[in-house]
């Protein structure tokens, strides 16, 4: 056994990480499983990328009594990061160099104010040489050299204690801000820092070439020491507590202990690399990097296994590709490798990802058990991910290629933006992936081009949705007449069920008002009619498709916006963005393929829903209607009366039991007569249904259900139906119903939510969980009533699940009520104890017939009117001045005895001096005058003010 084989045998992935774990839990820390790399519950963030992510609320010391970090003072684990996105973002530098990945694993421990600098620095130099075995001349170290203007001295200390364990002199190295002080953020707890470095070379000082970007001199450690706090205006303050946060890049230590000079040449990847070489037959990896990368595989091998290990653990997390934020990245990532296992590795796309996706679900099951828990999903979306852009990959590069020959003969060798726009717009190739393949020819893009091309198709495409032309465009009776008379082939649109692209040949153009044989102007709605489609024209109920047509030898591209059928010719209405269309062109047909995959979601949903409905409320119950879009599903019912919670909570039972086996879905084209023989068939009254005709089951093959004769079992969703369908239930996802409602006497509606809209809908339902929960926190009475005003409008507009929005009023009543008789009892105290400064004066004051005082507490005009009232009513032969409030709000009034009034003290005059001081309106009349004011500052010198006033009054007669 080589020396080499020996060290990965020893310090194989799955010790390093245990002899991690094993030395912080001996030193009495606390282990705390790493947390989802979907930060669902931080905005902020588009990835969980560090290992301090989930301890913020402990920094910002806002940690609920509930939770698993109370009391906690130290702690370790192994976070999942991913670096892909927004202000921390390696994707680009993947499979270039040696050390950086888009995911990896971040080895941490954390004090939360138990031990400070000396413990932290003792524990990581003795687990990195006493128990790694680390030499002690390929250490460097770094600390913070000060900063000037943030008036902050060097961390001379920190220097000093790595003296004091061992590390050498030279091998300890001043660092500016940028490398050596940790922040948060723009606000937040930070502080200085201090870095380990590993030198892989050894035998020499690399001290000046640590921090250089040297691939043989890296970062492996960071040891964060947070003693500060930003504040809003930019001073630090010294925290009460200080923290510990530290993180170590599993993936290089690991290959500092296996003696490697890449992350790649670790056991980590080996596995993968080989499951990518016994998928695609491709080479073996040779480790190779740049020029010296013979046909650029070895950096295809890194690129594929990092962005798969990317991949499976994000879509583990909850992650979804989708076209916004972290879903987005997600597509990007995904489609990058694509691109790299098509064109370096030759293989056919389709299925390649979830291939090699059990590899590294192997690896990481023992420590992040979640990737393991529901494989089959991550099989699923990537598959769908992996179709959805092969159908357009292929064409999407030849047309680059043509757009790349017109750069190669520019002078400036620049891609035109209005071309690398047309290529994510049409294609889906994100930006960053067409800059990969220019860079491939030394080609440049036109970024500005680019984002002006961009912001027009924006701006035209809400033009559109505003006018919606597509949507009114229609043939009427005389066009369809036209067609019918000039013997016009009628659509055949058999290729809806299908994924393919497919050609088509134009047979007929339409303008709005009359068939032309040619169009050409640009941002212009038309229709097209063609010999065969692939897109699903409205009908039973499902949206059409939308897509593209396309003619790449005229740089055609027209956007299909809607899809209707007139007596069997399908028009394909939308926008001609460029180039131009004649009758008699063979042209590409492609659907949008996510939206549809949505669409067929819905669509399988919607029975399975009418299946749960009559399993709950009973056979009688009759489909009145449907509509199935990518966004939601509706159905319609007869039922008398209103679905109880108890019976919507059952129906989402069933639904999501259906969806959770896995059934697959089963197709068939039947006689009608035989359709109608199936057990609990179900159709629509009054629909007319073709013969053959099409019957949809879920969980049971149709010749099964042929084949039963038992009229009384209910034994699966079973309906006949021309719409398409997802080929199993796990790609429905989850099913939540989000709203149920009358339209018509005896007829009901319910509506509901799948797949992402569901995951959207049980993060909203949590993050107004989260904003009752932030609400119940609150200490003053009043804010908190405010707070929960704003949250009960809020919440009934929230698209949440009908039980999770029950729930949460359920919740939200329950507060409100609390905090109305608590804000009762408050009130009730605050009157007493006003009542009790006015009763005290006068009885401590018997001659006085007059009082003007500013009560010092939140200010309520009702105690004030309950006093003055108080004297009003029963007549009292005292004056009195109340100015109420704090720094947020004022109040004031007066009650002018009849005396008073006589002897020439107004009313009218004190309330306007008060007004006047206070910046406040107010007014009465008679003995009772009240208003309020926004500054309280000049409460005194209103009080002075007003006994002057009341002074001169009682002494002018």
């Avoid at 050498?168 to 660092?175: F, N, Q, R, T, V």
């Avoid at 040891?223 to 290089?252: C, W, Y």
């Avoid at 099989?379 to 750069?407: P, V």
């Avoid at 067409?434 to 984002?451: K, P, V, W």
Wanted: hydrophobic share 35%; charged share 25%; glycine share 8%.
């Amino acid at each position: 056994m080589s020396s080499q084989t020996e060290l990965q045998h020893k310090w194989s992935a799955a010790n390093v990480r245990e002899t991690f774990f094993n030395y912080f839990k001996s030193l009495d820390h606390r282990y705390v499983a790493s947390s989802s790399v979907i930060p669902f519950d931080d905005r902020s963030l588009l990835f969980t990328n560090a290992g301090m992510n989930q301890y913020k609320p402990i920094f910002l010391g806002n940690v609920d009594p509930h939770s698993k970090f109370y009391s906690l003072k130290s702690a370790y684990n192994s976070q999942k990061c991913i670096r892909a996105g927004g202000k921390h973002n390696d994707l680009e530098d993947v499979g270039k160099d040696s050390y950086h990945h888009t995911f990896f694993e971040m080895l941490g421990n954390w004090s939360f104010g138990d031990y400070f600098k000396k413990e932290a620095i003792a524990y990581s130099w003795t687990l990195l040489t006493k128990v790694y075995m680390i030499p002690v001349d390929r250490l460097y170290v770094t600390y913070f050299e000060g900063d000037p203007k943030l008036n902050l001295e060097p961390d001379l200390e920190t220097r000093d204690l790595w003296l004091s364990v061992g590390v050498l002199e030279s091998h300890i190295i001043p660092g500016a801000t940028k490398d050596n002080f940790w922040e948060m953020g723009e606000q937040g707890p930070c502080g200085p820092c201090s870095e380990i470095h590993y030198d892989r070379i050894g035998g020499r000082n690399a001290a000046h070439l640590v921090n250089k970007d040297d691939p043989d001199v890296l970062e492996v450690w960071n040891l964060v020491f947070m003693q500060f706090n930003r504040e809003s205006n930019g001073k630090l303050m010294a925290l009460p507590s200080k923290h510990i946060d530290t993180g170590m890049g599993f993936e290089r230590l690991v290959s500092i202990l296996q003696n490697v000079r890449s992350n790649y040449d670790t056991d980590i990847f080996k596995p993968i690399f080989e499951k990518i070489r016994e998928i695609t037959k491709v080479r073996e990896y040779n480790g190779k990097f740049g020029p010296n990368d013979e046909n650029g595989i070895d950096t295809a091998y890194r690129v594929i296994a990092d962005h798969a290990r990317t991949l499976v653990v994000a879509l583990a997390d909850g992650g979804i590709p989708n076209n916004e934020g972290a879903g987005y990245v997600l597509r990007r990532i995904q489609r990058r490798g694509i691109r790299y296992v098509h064109k370096y590795m030759n293989y056919p796309i389709e299925t390649f990802f979830s291939q090699l996706a059990p590899t590294i679900i192997e690896q990481f099951k023992d420590v992040f058990p979640e990737v393991a828990k529901n494989p089959e999903h991550i099989y699923a979306i990537l598959n769908e991910e992996e179709k959805a852009f092969a159908k357009t990959l292929d064409r999407g590069e030849k047309l680059f290629t043509q757009y790349a020959l017109k750069a190669q003969e520019s002078s400036d060798r620049m891609l035109n933006g209005t071309d690398v726009w047309r290529l994510y717009d049409t294609f889906g190739f994100p930006l960053d992936l067409t800059q990969l393949m220019a860079s491939e020819l030394q080609l440049n893009i036109d970024r500005t081009g680019f984002e002006k091309a961009k912001l027009q198709s924006y701006e035209a495409s809400k033009r559109r949705k505003d006018n919606k032309e597509a949507d009114q465009m229609k043939l009427n009776i005389h066009d369809i007449s036209k067609l019918n008379d000039e013997n016009i082939l009628k659509t055949d649109d058999s290729f809806k069920y299908g994924s393919s692209d497919i050609s088509g040949n134009i047979l007929r153009l339409f303008n709005g008002t009359s068939f032309v044989d040619k169009i050409e102007k640009a941002d212009t709605v038309y229709g097209v009619i063609l010999d065969k489609t692939c897109f699903y024209a409205e009908q039973g109920g499902q949206i059409y498709d939308t897509g593209s047509i396309t003619l790449d030898n005229k740089n055609t591209s027209f956007t299909v916006q809607n899809v209707q059928v007139y007596n069997g010719y399908v028009l394909h209405s939308g926008i001609l963005n460029e180039g131009s269309l004649e009758v008699g062109d063979k042209v590409t047909l492609s659907y949008n393929e996510l939206r549809r995959n949505a669409i067929k979601a819905n669509h399988t949903a919607t029975h399975v829903l009418n299946y749960a409905l009559r399993s709950v409320l009973g056979n009688e119950v009759e489909q009145r209607g449907s509509l199935v879009s990518a966004e939601k599903l509706r159905f319609d019912f007869s039922n008398r009366k209103a679905l109880s919670l108890d019976n919507i909570m059952k129906i989402e039972e069933i639904c999501n039991g259906i969806i959770q086996r896995e059934d697959d879905v089963y197709f068939k084209n039947i006689s009608l007569e035989k359709a109608k023989q199936i057990n609990s068939i179900r159709t629509v009254p009054g629909e007319d249904y073709p013969d053959p005709v099409r019957v949809v089951s879920v969980g049971q093959a149709i010749e099964t259900l042929t084949s039963d004769s038992d009229g009384l079992t209910l034994p699966n969703p079973v309906e006949l139906c021309g719409g398409t369908h997802v080929s199993n239930t796990l790609f429905i996802g989850k099913l939540i119903l989000t709203e149920e409602t009358s339209i018509a006497k005896g007829i009901r509606r319910i509506s509901a939510v799948t797949g992402e809209a569901a995951v959207t809908a049980e993060r909203s339902a949590i993050e107004f969980r989260d904003t009752l929960e932030y609400i119940s926190k609150i200490k003053s009475f009043t804010e908190k009533q405010q707070k929960l005003k704003e949250a009960g409008v809020l919440v009934n507009k929230l698209e949440i699940g009908i039980v999770s929005k029950h729930k949460l009023k359920d919740q939200w009543e329950l507060m409100n009520k609390e905090v109305k008789h608590a804000l009762k009892l408050e009130a009730k105290k605050h009157y007493e104890e006003a009542k009790s400064i006015v009763e005290d004066y006068f009885k401590n004051n018997e001659s006085a017939t007059y009082l003007v005082t500013h009560i010092a507490m939140q200010a309520s005009m009702k105690i004030v009117s309950e006093l003055l009232n108080l004297f009003n009513n029963r007549k009292v032969d005292r004056s009195l001045f109340i100015i109420m409030g704090d720094a947020e709000k004022v109040v004031y009034g007066c009650y002018i005895s009849e005396s008073a009034k006589t002897k020439g003290v107004s009313g009218e005059i004190l309330i306007n001096k008060c007004n006047d001081l206070l910046k406040g309106k107010g007014g009465g009349r008679g003995n009772l005058y009240q208003g309020q004011g926004n500054t309280i500052g000049q409460a005194q010198k209103a009080v002075s003010s007003l006994n002057e006033i009341f002074q001169e009054g009682l002494m002018s007669k």
